[in-house]
């Protein structure tokens, strides 16, 4: 349904329900605005916007009211009520404002300020004093407010509370003393506060990172793509000479709407510290010593060479798509090897055989708009809000606008599913396969609603990466999948993991999805390499696991890692080991890392914003992005696989970013050189769902995930980031609290035969089996301290 | 912001008593008001402690209750004296006496900048209209009536209070304390009237009617 | 000075009882007939209710003058939603009192209404949304509510019928925006009481966004009486488009301020000359016919009928019916200034007008009352008011640009005075205050 | 009059007209900029010895050589530079490029920066010729304290843009 009215005197016509602000946007008038953004509630308070309506006896505010059939609008560009009544409005804003803009971080990019220009006076009229507030107020450790600057249009808390769900500032006082604030000893810690900054129309809201350290007109903006997870969102990142002085988000309707999270926004001053800055080689002293280029490269293709084609590579999924396939295709041509893992975290074999059935180069099958448009969306092993925090707002929006319902296989509902409306099907981890085939077998108690949402068109089923803790999780969920008729997608948790697997970056898989025991497969890709098929290594590799225990049999002896951290592999002491025996390591490194101290070769590569290329998100959307900081002399891994491939004698195929692209184009089928073809794709992996049974009493099933904001490398020295992380705390149920004979903030301590974690406690709806630790937190470092993963049973006491 | 020395912490029941405000009504959050009040009844002002009480019940932020408890001029920032005394100086109240009451009550009672009496006995401040016009100038104590007040008659009413003596209103219930009051609006405590509350503003087109008018 | 009795306008009868010593209790209400009008209006269908409330003409009397039966009509009786009626005594207009001397005085009679008023609208549920400050209403109310649950009036099948209600009693705490309906909604569902975007209207989506009636205490009270007597009895008070009686709530500078119940049409004159006159003999200076919000009208102005027509005609509003008077010791500026103050301490914040408008002229005329303002600012407080008025969110912020174009209209003099000199010097304080009745 | 006459007068009554020519360095100090001439910057101090920069960079933004370079920086109570809240941690100008226009003076708010008249600013260095902070600052005259010191007692970042600072603080 369409309304033809006027604006201006021009007809315009629109959907019907369209705000006059929006219809007016389509003509390229812009009605000056503060308190309205497109994806929030209209309140109608700042009356900037205000025009003439005919008919109607006082101007209207135009971000409130919709259009209808005939309707007559006039704005300012024609009105002289709705001139003066704007310019009205903006003298009021202005007799508190305290005019600081040499000074404030939003002068040269405010809207107050540009629309002060536009619809203001020349000069004030007004001469008392001005509200005064004490100056910047913290109202976390990254947010700093500037009362006096605020103009009270509620966007801020509007966002919080509608967006985010996190209502932790709000209005206080009344009347001119009117202010936002939070509340005695809350801080805001949202993990989308970030996003406060950027909708605030004046320098209310400025973070601590960023806070004087630079101004609009001296910063060059390039778009870019988040590095951080998998939910892929557009970037504004804003440099000044060599440095990234601040990132926003860039509006992605598709994707990230307008917002981004906390993370994405603040956590980007790891590639500024400790960086190398040239190759290291480790001399026959066993010193790592700085070398030229030639130097590093000629002594790492002699030592592959060497060992080729016992070599693996380990990549642990944070490299780009180019960077991802150039492993991918050296492993293979140059190594002549199939031993290739991008999964440094706890995996399976079944995962594997998952993503080679189901994921691997099927391209877009489940977008974040049919999120938006699902009756349910089923979430496996996943915590959203944690682990893919955009899929959370969307999720969320959905739930707000059209009560999407939100369903959990999981062991509770944290506070990210609650504000998701979730309804929780409980399970211990390691019960999720056996919780989904109750389900779907219809005898798990209150479910009947979800089995039949799913059961509607447009359904959707997330399962999270920490199905492979799993066993049998991920069959069933392709099962229920089936059974159903709803749409499965997998959720990485990192950025690079979807596009290493489309690129190939995995035993037995050559790009695409195209298996490598395919012979039509193999010579497809043989073609676009500019090779026979036999060329290719053919015996097919092993997963990450395997390929460490084979260097400790002495079954392997070579290693290219890249990006890789030893403290988030599932099993530490095994890769400590593996490392310590490797003949011969070549590590990719931007900073010297906890697998530096083993290599034999290290290359320092270019960071994420010294390089173009792409990420692909969850949703399997390829992300490009350019090359922001152009003057940097740091090169990308697939340039130093070019050099190796060269010194180690390699066919000559492209390895430059362009030649790499093109290329993935056309194995990929993206873009207008993209041919894709369906070749064989491997079966669907039928793992039985495990036994759960209950652990033994004083012990507990461990569930565990990372918190969004914890010690991961790449949130490096940002303290202030780190002050809004959430607590370090156990999660145990109130019957086994009553047990333990502990209340709220007593500590608990968690351990293994490995270790002990000791935190305090959290009493919550928590399955009776389970308990909760967060998985890399300060003070809880379940990997590296108690050497176990999802679903193992852990010892629970009282401190 | 520390609570100041003189402020009492809640009871340590006061969820379950907050609940049971909050039961009242099928849409929890619509009880934040009575809930306040209740706060105010143990403390005389709403404090940090009792937000967060507030915030836990009804299972909303404390920036949300903070949000509305400063929003209403009702609500205390800091512990108020045993009686509360505001001064209507609106207009009307204004003019016809409320500015002298005001000034000479401040002096009388040597109070603070705070408002605070230096016994710890009062708080004086001035009010916004409270639709008594007819009865001006107003004063409310503990927001009790008091109407055609005159600094004379404050000292008076002021020295009872100070003596400990009953101080009835010029309609309604004895004057208590400001927390006591606190107790009516939040809704735990229900009296039986027991004496018509009407003055003679109220009566006096139907007094005129009857011919019974004083002239 | 007493009105002679021939001439007699006034007509005592939502007060014709207040003088009864038991008229708060149940009791006292019964023995004068009190409920009678529950149990005809339960005879009729909800329907006709409103019909007959509509018949009788009836107009909001909060400050509108919206009719009630119009507003009544509105509510959708279909869908699944409950409906509300929320009843406004949140009264807190500086002038108005008389909602609140209707509750102590005769709280069963606004019980009455509620229920009446409920049943008309099918509503299960009502509020009764008391301003915090008169404790002495709250608890009266509350305890006339407790009454009549216990005779069987409220909760289950009311007074034998098929129509169930539950009636809660609510404490506001303070803000004067609370008076504006949507704000009320607000304030009820446990927000900042600021005022909601219309649409939707209350009526459609108000009360946890449900279908709502929100009416005035004085309202509701007159729905009994025209239940009892029938629409015609009703008309034949008042003008056509004012129909009915009024309480009329006189204040200010004369003899015996107070309460007068009179049908629309009575002139201010009139209602002044029962009033005993202007104090000590004194002349009208200005006077407001229904709270600040209204502009104010001056002596010459006295003989217009009190009609919301004929206040309207004459440039201002019938506004809630309370009317102020102020004699010749009064100083104009310094009553639209306290004014002004009450409006930016009362400004709920949420649009710019409002909150910076109120602030910037209680600046500018707070200097004027110092004797310190400039001829120049009286042109910008007539910009000002132009700014804030019409543009603002809610009728708060147009009343806040009310009262000092009107004075200006009848006193700029005195204005441009108070660039030199003081207003307490040109005006006597003292002068102005009133002689207590109770002076030592 | 034979023709080559009226040229010899010419060149003859020059002769003993006044010279124009101002002998450079040797009488340099006889011939003084004049007061408006845009020579060298300057950034200013307050009385009491604080910087008048506030790091706003709008020098920089108004520069058409594109000659300045700013970083600004908060100050805390410890360490204070400039009254307010900010001040010029970084300030560079680059005298190869600047074209000595003027328009920073113009764009500056605080009235920190200024020109002097000095224009001997030649060097063999392309180093030499970026001005660091510490080169344009003003030197401390008078009873002027040199940063970081906090505020005169009393007085706020308003009063110091008023003008009210008259020299150091007392203590």
Same mark, same amino acid.
């Given at each position: 349904?369409?309304?033809r009215?006027?604006?201006?005197?021009?007809?315009v016509?629109?959907?019907?329900?369209?705000?006059i602000?929006?219809?007016?946007?389509?003509?390229?008038?812009?009605?000056?605005?503060f308190?309205?953004?497109?994806?929030?509630?209209?309140?109608a308070?700042?009356?900037?916007?205000?025009?003439?309506?005919?008919?109607?006896?006082?101007p209207?505010?135009?971000?409130a009211v919709?259009?209808?059939?005939?309707?007559?609008?006039?704005? =300012?560009?024609?009105? =002289?009520?709705?001139?003066q009544?704007?310019?009205g409005v903006?003298e009021?804003?202005?007799i508190?404002?305290?005019?600081?803009?040499?000074?404030?971080?939003?002068?040269?990019?405010?809207? @107050? =300020?540009?629309q002060?220009m536009?619809?203001g006076?020349p000069?004030?009229r007004?001469?008392?004093?001005k509200?005064?507030?004490?100056?910047?107020?913290?109202?976390?450790?990254e947010?700093?407010?500037d009362?006096?600057?605020?103009v009270?249009?509620?966007?801020?808390?509007?966002?919080?509370?509608?967006?985010?769900?996190?209502?932790f500032?709000? @209005?206080?006082?009344r009347?001119?003393?009117? =202010?936002?604030?939070?509340a005695?000893?809350?801080?805001?810690?949202?993990?989308?506060?970030?996003?406060?900054?950027?909708?605030?129309?004046?320098?209310a809201?400025?973070?601590t990172?960023?806070?004087f350290r630079s101004?609009p007109?001296d910063?060059?903006?390039?778009k870019?793509?988040?590095?951080?997870?998998?939910s892929?969102?557009?970037?504004?990142?804003?440099?000044?000479?060599?440095?990234?002085m601040?990132?926003?988000?860039?509006?992605?309707?598709a994707?990230n709407e307008?917002w981004?999270?906390?993370?994405?926004?603040?956590?980007?001053?790891?590639?500024?510290?400790g960086r190398?800055?040239?190759?290291?080689?480790?001399?026959s002293?066993g010193? @790592?010593?700085?070398v030229?280029?030639?130097?590093?490269?000629?002594? #790492?293709?002699k030592?592959?060479s060497?060992?080729?084609?016992s070599?693996?590579?380990?990549?642990?999924?944070?490299?780009?798509?180019?960077?991802a396939?150039?492993?991918?295709?050296?492993?293979?041509?140059v190594?002549?090897s199939?031993?290739i893992?991008f999964?440094?975290?706890?995996?399976?074999?079944?995962?594997?055989?998952?993503?080679?059935?189901?994921?691997?180069?099927?391209?877009?099958?489940?977008?974040?708009?049919?999120?938006?448009?699902?009756p349910i969306?089923?979430?496996?092993?996943?915590?959203p809000?944690?682990?893919?925090?955009?899929?959370?707002?969307r999720?969320?929006?959905?739930?707000?606008?059209?009560?999407?319902k939100?369903?959990?296989?999981g062991?509770?509902?944290?506070?990210?599913?609650?504000?998701?409306?979730?309804?929780?099907?409980?399970?211990?981890?390691g019960?999720e396969?056996?919780?989904?085939?109750s389900?779907?077998?219809g005898d798990l108690?209150?479910?009947?609603?979800?089995l039949t949402?799913?059961?509607?068109?447009?359904?959707?089923?997330l399962?999270?990466?920490r199905?492979?803790s799993?066993?049998g999780?991920y069959?069933?969920?392709?099962?229920l999948?089936?059974?159903?008729?709803?749409?499965l997608?997998?959720?990485?948790r990192?950025?690079?993991?979807?596009?290493?697997?489309?690129?190939? #970056?995995?035993?037995?898989?050559?790009?695409g999805?195209?298996?490598m025991?395919?012979?039509?497969?193999r010579?497809d890709?043989?073609?676009?390499?500019?090779?026979?098929?036999?060329?290719?290594?053919v015996r097919?590799?092993?997963?990450?696991?395997k390929?460490?225990?084979?260097?400790?049999?002495?079954?392997?002896?070579a290693?290219?890692?890249?990006?890789?951290?030893?403290?988030?592999?599932?099993?530490?002491?095994?890769?400590?080991q593996?490392?310590?025996?490797?003949?011969?390591?070549?590590s990719f490194?931007?900073? @010297?890392?906890d697998?530096?101290s083993?290599?034999?070769?290290?290359?320092?590569?270019?960071?994420v914003i010294?390089?173009g290329g792409s990420?692909?998100?969850w949703?399997?959307?390829?992300?490009h992005?350019?090359r922001?900081?152009?003057?940097?002399?740091?090169?990308?891994d697939?340039?130093v696989?070019?050099?190796?491939?060269?010194e180690?004698?390699a066919?000559?195929t492209?390895w430059?970013?362009?030649?790499?692209?093109?290329?993935?184009a056309?194995?990929?089928?993206?873009?207008?050189?993209?041919?894709?073809?369906?070749?064989?794709?491997?079966?669907a992996?039928?793992?039985?769902?495990?036994?759960?049974?209950?652990p033994?009493?004083?012990?507990?099933?461990?569930?565990?995930w990372?918190?969004?904001?914890?010690?991961?490398?790449?949130?490096?020295?940002?303290e202030?980031l780190?002050?809004?992380?959430?607590?370090?705390q156990?999660?145990?149920s109130?019957?086994?609290?009553?047990?333990?004979?502990?209340?709220?903030?007593?500590?608990?301590?968690?351990?293994?035969?490995?270790?002990?974690?000791?935190?305090?406690?959290?009493?919550?709806?928590?399955?009776?089996?389970?308990?909760?630790l967060?998985?890399?937190s300060?003070g809880?470092?379940?990997l590296?301290?108690?050497k176990?993963?999802?679903g193992?049973t852990v010892?629970?006491?009282?401190? | 912001?520390?609570?100041?020395?003189?402020s009492?912490?809640?009871?340590?029941?006061?969820?379950?008593?907050?609940?049971?405000?909050?039961?009242?009504?099928?849409?929890?959050?619509?009880?934040?008001?009575?809930?306040?009040?209740?706060v105010?009844?143990?403390q005389?002002?709403?404090s940090?402690?009792?937000?967060?009480a507030?915030?836990?019940?009804?299972?909303?932020?404390?920036?949300?209750?903070?949000?509305?408890?400063?929003?209403?001029t009702?609500?205390?920032?800091?512990p108020?004296?045993?009686?509360?005394?505001?001064?209507?100086?609106?207009?009307?109240?204004g003019?016809?006496?409320?500015?002298?009451?005001?000034?000479?009550?401040?002096?009388?009672?040597?109070?603070?900048e705070?408002?605070?009496?230096?016994?710890?006995?009062?708080?004086?401040e001035?009010?916004?209209?409270?639709?008594a016009c007819?009865?001006?100038p107003?004063?409310?104590?503990?927001?009790?009536?008091?109407?055609?007040?005159?600094?004379w008659?404050?000292?008076?009413v002021?020295a009872?209070?100070?003596d400990?003596?009953?101080?009835?209103?010029?309609r309604?219930?004895?004057?208590?304390?400001f927390r006591?009051v606190?107790?009516?609006?939040?809704g735990?405590e229900?009296?039986?009237?027991?004496?018509?509350?009407?003055?003679?503003?109220?009566?006096?087109?139907l007094?005129?009617?009857?011919?019974?008018?004083?002239? | 000075?007493a009105?002679?009795?021939?001439?007699?306008k006034?007509?005592?009868?939502?007060?014709?009882?207040?003088?009864?010593?038991?008229?708060?209790?149940?009791a006292?209400y019964?023995?004068?007939g009190?409920?009678?009008?529950?149990?005809?209006?339960?005879?009729?269908?909800?329907?006709?209710?409103?019909?007959?409330?509509?018949a009788?003409g009836?107009?909001?009397?909060?400050?509108?003058g919206?009719?009630t039966?119009?507003k009544?009509?509105?509510?959708?009786?279909k869908?699944?939603?409950?409906?509300?009626?929320?009843?406004?005594?949140d009264?807190?207009?500086?002038?108005?009192c008389?909602?609140?001397?209707?509750?102590?005085?005769d709280?069963?009679?606004?019980?009455?209404?509620?229920i009446?008023t409920?049943?008309?609208?099918e509503?299960?549920?009502a509020f009764?949304?008391?301003?915090?400050?008169?404790?002495?209403?709250?608890?009266?109310?509350?305890?006339?509510?407790?009454e009549?649950?216990?005779?069987?009036?409220?909760?289950?099948?009311v007074?034998?019928?098929?129509?169930?209600?539950?009636?809660?009693?609510?404490?506001?705490?303070?803000?004067?925006?609370?008076?504006e309906?949507?704000?009320?909604?607000?304030?009820?569902e446990g927000?900042?009481?600021?005022?909601?975007l219309?649409?939707?209207?209350?009526?459609?989506?108000g009360?946890?966004?449900?279908?709502?009636?929100?009416?005035n205490?004085?309202?509701?009270?007159? !729905?009994?009486?025209?239940?009892?007597?029938?629409?015609e009895?009703?008309?034949g008070?008042?003008t056509?488009?004012?129909?009915?009686?009024?309480?009329?709530?006189?204040?200010g500078?004369?003899?015996?301020?107070?309460?007068?119940?009179?049908?629309?049409?009575?002139?201010?004159r009139e209602?002044?000359?029962?009033a005993?006159?202007?104090?000590?003999?004194?002349?009208?200076?200005?006077?407001?016919p229904?709270?600040s919000s209204?502009p104010?009208?001056?002596?010459?102005?006295?003989?217009?009928?009190?009609?919301?027509e004929?206040?309207a005609?004459?440039g201002?509003?019938?506004?809630?019916?309370?009317?102020?008077?102020?004699?010749?010791?009064?100083s104009?500026v310094k009553?639209?200034?306290?004014?002004?103050?009450?409006?930016?301490?009362?400004?709920?914040?949420?649009?710019?007008?409002?909150?910076?408008?109120?602030?910037? !002229?209680v600046?500018?005329?707070?200097?004027?009352?110092q004797?310190d303002?400039?001829?120049?600012?009286?042109?910008?407080?007539?910009?000002?008011?132009?700014?804030?008025?019409?543009?603002?969110?809610?009728?708060?912020?147009d009343?806040?640009?009310?009262?000092?174009?009107?004075?200006m209209?009848y006193?700029?003099?005195?204005?441009?005075?108070?660039?030199k000199?003081?207003?307490?010097?040109?005006?006597?304080?003292?002068?102005?205050?009133?002689?207590?009745?109770?002076a030592v | 009059?034979?023709?080559?006459l009226?040229?010899f007068?010419?060149?003859?009554?020059?002769?003993?007209?006044?010279v124009?020519?101002?002998?450079?360095?040797?009488?340099?100090?006889k011939?003084p900029?004049?007061?408006?001439?845009?020579?060298?910057?300057?950034?200013?101090?307050?009385a *009491?010895?604080?910087?008048?920069?506030?790091?706003?960079?709008?020098c920089?933004?108004?520069?058409?050589?594109?000659?300045?370079?700013?970083?600004?920086?908060?100050?805390?109570?410890?360490?204070?530079?400039?009254?307010?809240?900010?001040?010029?941690r970084?300030?560079q100008?680059?005298?190869?490029?600047?074209?000595?226009?003027?328009?920073?003076i113009?764009?500056?708010?605080?009235?920190?920066?200024t020109?002097?008249?000095?224009?001997?600013?030649? *060097?063999d260095s392309?180093?030499n010729?970026?001005?660091?902070?510490?080169d344009?600052?003003?030197?401390l005259t008078?009873?002027?304290?040199?940063?970081?010191?906090?505020?005169?007692?009393?007085?706020?970042?308003? *009063?110091?843009?008023?003008?009210?600072v008259?020299?150091? *603080?007392?203590?």
């Open positions: 349904m369409t309304v009215a006027s604006v201006d005197g021009i007809d016509v629109v959907p019907e329900g369209t705000l602000i929006r219809a007016a946007e389509t003509l390229g008038t812009f009605i000056p605005r308190c309205d953004h497109p994806l929030l509630d209209p309140v308070a700042c009356r900037m916007c205000l025009v003439e309506i005919e008919g109607m006896p006082k209207q505010a135009s971000c919709t259009l209808t059939e005939g309707m007559k609008v006039r704005t =300012q560009m024609t009105s =002289q009520v709705a001139e009544a704007q310019a903006m009021f804003l202005l508190n404002h305290p005019l600081d803009c040499p000074v404030c971080d939003k002068g040269g990019e405010c809207p @107050l =300020q540009n002060a536009t619809a006076r000069d004030s007004f001469g008392g004093p509200r005064e507030f004490p100056k910047p107020l913290a109202i976390s450790t947010i700093l407010l009362r006096e600057r605020c009270s249009c509620a966007r801020c808390t509007r966002f919080s509370e509608q967006v985010a769900g996190d209502p500032i709000d @209005l206080l006082e009347g001119s003393d009117q =202010q936002v604030g939070i005695h000893d809350e801080p805001f810690n949202s993990y989308f506060s970030g996003n406060t900054i950027q909708i605030c129309p004046v320098g809201l400025t973070s990172s960023y806070r101004r007109f910063l060059v903006s390039v870019t793509t988040c590095e951080h997870c998998a892929g969102c557009a970037l504004r990142t804003d440099y000044r000479r060599d440095f990234v601040r990132r926003l988000a860039w509006e992605d309707p994707v307008d981004n999270c906390d993370k994405g926004r603040f956590a980007f001053t790891y590639m500024r510290h190398l800055s040239a190759p290291l080689v480790r001399g002293d010193v @790592l010593h700085e030229s280029w030639s130097e590093a490269i000629a002594f #790492a293709a030592g592959l060497a060992l080729s084609p070599v693996a590579a380990l990549l642990g999924g944070r490299l780009t798509n180019e960077d396939y150039s492993f991918a295709k050296f492993t293979r041509l190594l002549q199939d031993n893992d999964r440094n975290r706890p995996s399976s074999g079944e995962e594997a055989d998952f993503l080679a059935h189901h994921v691997a180069g099927t391209g877009l099958v489940v977008t974040y708009e049919d999120l938006e448009n699902a969306v089923l979430l496996v092993s996943l915590e809000e944690e682990e893919s925090p955009i899929i959370f707002l999720l969320r929006k959905a739930y707000r606008k059209s009560g999407l939100v369903a959990v296989i062991p509770l509902l944290t506070r990210g599913l609650r504000k998701l409306g979730a309804q929780l099907l409980s399970t211990v981890a019960g396969a056996a919780t989904i085939d389900l779907l077998a108690r209150g479910s009947q609603s979800v949402a799913l059961k509607k068109k447009g359904a959707v089923i399962v999270g990466e199905a492979a799993s066993a999780a069959s069933a969920s392709i099962d999948a089936n059974e159903t008729g709803a749409k997608a997998w959720v990485p990192r950025a690079g993991e979807r596009g290493a697997l489309d690129a190939g #970056a995995l035993a037995g898989l050559l790009p999805g195209r298996l025991a395919d012979a039509a497969a010579a890709v043989a073609r676009v390499w500019g090779v026979e098929p036999s060329d290719l290594a097919r590799g092993k997963p990450q696991e390929i460490l225990r084979e260097i400790s049999e002495g079954k392997i002896d290693l290219i890692t890249a990006g890789l951290q030893i403290s988030d592999a599932p099993d530490v002491d095994t890769f400590k593996a490392l310590s025996e490797a003949k011969f390591i070549v490194e931007q900073r @010297l890392s697998v530096s083993y290599a034999h070769v290290i290359l320092p590569v270019a960071s010294e390089k990420f692909t998100d949703e399997g959307r390829v992300r992005f350019n922001a900081l152009n003057d940097s002399p740091a090169v990308s697939s340039t696989l070019g050099m190796l491939a060269k180690m004698g066919p000559n492209g430059r970013i362009d030649e790499v692209q093109y290329e993935m056309k194995l990929l089928g993206e873009g207008p050189t993209g041919t894709k073809k369906e070749f064989k794709r491997a079966g992996p039928t793992i039985e769902a495990a036994d759960v049974k209950a033994p009493s004083g012990s507990a099933v461990l569930s565990t990372h918190q969004l904001l914890d010690l991961g490398v790449m949130q490096g020295p940002e202030h780190a002050g809004t992380r959430r607590p370090s156990v999660i145990i109130p019957g086994r609290a009553k047990q333990l004979g502990v209340a709220t903030g007593d500590l608990v301590t968690v351990s293994t035969v490995n270790g002990v974690v000791t935190l305090p406690v959290e009493i919550d709806e928590i399955h009776e089996d389970s308990v909760w967060p998985m890399n300060p809880s470092q379940v590296v301290t108690l176990a993963r999802e193992a010892k629970v006491a009282k401190a | 912001m520390t609570p100041p020395a003189n009492v912490s809640l009871p340590n029941d006061i969820d379950k008593e907050l609940t049971t405000i909050a039961d009242r009504y099928t849409h929890r959050r619509s009880a934040i008001l009575p809930m306040l009040h209740l105010q009844s143990y005389g002002w709403v940090p402690e009792g937000i967060e507030c915030a836990r019940v009804l299972g909303i932020s404390p920036a949300e209750v903070s949000g509305v408890s400063t929003f209403y009702m609500y205390r920032r800091r108020c004296g045993k009686h509360l005394i505001g001064v209507c100086t609106t207009s009307l109240c003019m016809l006496g409320g500015d002298a009451v005001l000034q000479d009550l401040r002096e009388y009672l040597s109070v603070d705070n408002g605070d009496s230096p016994d710890g006995m009062f708080t004086v001035h009010i916004e209209c409270q639709a007819s009865q001006a107003v004063v409310t104590i503990d927001w009790e009536f008091f109407q055609y007040m005159t600094p008659r404050m000292h008076e002021v009872d209070l100070r400990g003596k009953e101080v009835k209103p010029d309604g219930s004895t004057v208590r304390g006591e606190e107790k009516v609006l939040a735990m229900l009296t039986e009237p027991t004496q018509p509350a009407v003055d003679d503003a109220m009566l006096a087109g007094m005129v009617a009857k011919g019974k008018a004083k002239s | 000075m009105a002679k009795r021939s001439s007699q006034l007509r005592p009868i939502i007060t014709e009882h207040w003088d009864d010593p038991n008229l708060f209790t149940l006292g019964q023995k004068v009190g409920y009678k009008a529950l149990k005809a209006a339960l005879k009729k269908t909800p329907d006709q209710v409103i019909e007959l409330v509509k009788s009836l107009r909001g009397r909060g400050g509108a919206f009719p039966g119009m009544w009509g509105f509510v959708p009786k869908g699944d939603k409950p409906r509300y009626l929320v009843v406004n005594a009264e807190s207009e500086p002038g108005a008389k909602d609140v001397p209707l509750m102590l005085a709280p069963h009679l606004l019980v009455e209404g509620v009446i409920s049943y008309a609208i509503a299960k549920e009764i949304y008391i301003r915090g400050e008169v404790p002495e209403a709250v608890r009266r109310v509350s305890w006339a509510v407790k009549a649950r216990e005779a069987g009036l409220i909760g289950r099948n007074a034998g019928s098929d129509y169930s209600l539950e009636v809660t009693v609510h404490a506001g705490a303070g803000a004067y925006i609370c008076g309906e949507t704000a009320l909604l607000d304030s009820l927000f900042r009481g600021q005022p909601r219309k649409p939707p209207f209350p009526a459609v989506a009360l946890y966004a449900a279908p709502t009636v929100i009416n205490v004085e309202t509701i009270a007159n !729905v009994p009486f025209i239940v009892t007597n029938g629409a009895w009703f008309r008070y008042g056509e488009k004012s129909p009915g009686f009024k309480l009329w709530a006189v204040s500078h004369v003899e015996r301020p107070g309460i007068y119940e009179a049908p629309f049409g009575i002139t201010m209602l002044l000359d029962y005993g006159g202007v104090r000590y003999g004194r002349d009208v200076k200005f006077w407001i229904g709270g209204v104010m009208l001056t002596a010459e102005h006295l003989d217009i009928p009190l009609t919301y004929d206040l005609a004459a201002t509003m019938l506004g809630t019916g309370t009317p102020m008077v102020f004699d010749t010791t009064t104009v009553a639209v200034t306290r004014w002004l103050e009450f409006y930016k301490h009362e400004s709920c914040g949420k649009c710019t007008p409002c909150r910076e408008g109120t602030y910037w !002229v600046d500018i005329l707070q200097r004027f009352e004797g303002g400039k001829k120049t600012e009286l042109k910008l407080l007539d910009d000002l008011s132009n700014q804030i008025e019409g543009r603002s969110f809610c009728a708060l912020g009343a806040a640009a009310t009262p000092f174009p009107a004075a209209k006193f700029a003099d005195e204005f441009d005075l108070a660039t000199t003081p207003v307490d010097k040109t005006f006597d304080p003292a002068a102005t205050m009133l002689k207590s009745p109770v | 009059m034979p023709q080559p009226p040229g007068i010419t060149t003859f009554v020059a002769m003993f007209r006044k124009n020519t101002e002998q450079y360095p040797e009488q340099a100090a011939y900029p004049k007061p408006r001439f845009h020579g060298r910057h300057q950034l200013n101090r307050y *009491d010895g604080l910087e008048k920069c506030i790091g706003c960079e709008l920089a933004w108004a520069c058409p050589a594109d000659a300045i370079y700013v970083e600004g920086a908060p100050n805390t109570e410890e360490e204070r530079y400039s009254p307010g809240e900010r001040y010029g970084v300030y100008i680059n005298y190869l490029r600047c074209i000595f226009c003027g328009l920073c113009e764009a500056c708010p605080t009235r920190a920066l020109m002097t008249t000095e224009f001997e600013l030649a *060097d392309r180093t010729l970026i001005y660091e902070k510490k344009l600052l003003a030197p008078g009873e002027m304290v040199p940063p970081p010191h906090p505020m005169v007692m009393g007085l706020t970042d308003a *009063d110091y843009y008023a003008g009210l008259t020299g150091p *603080d007392e203590r």
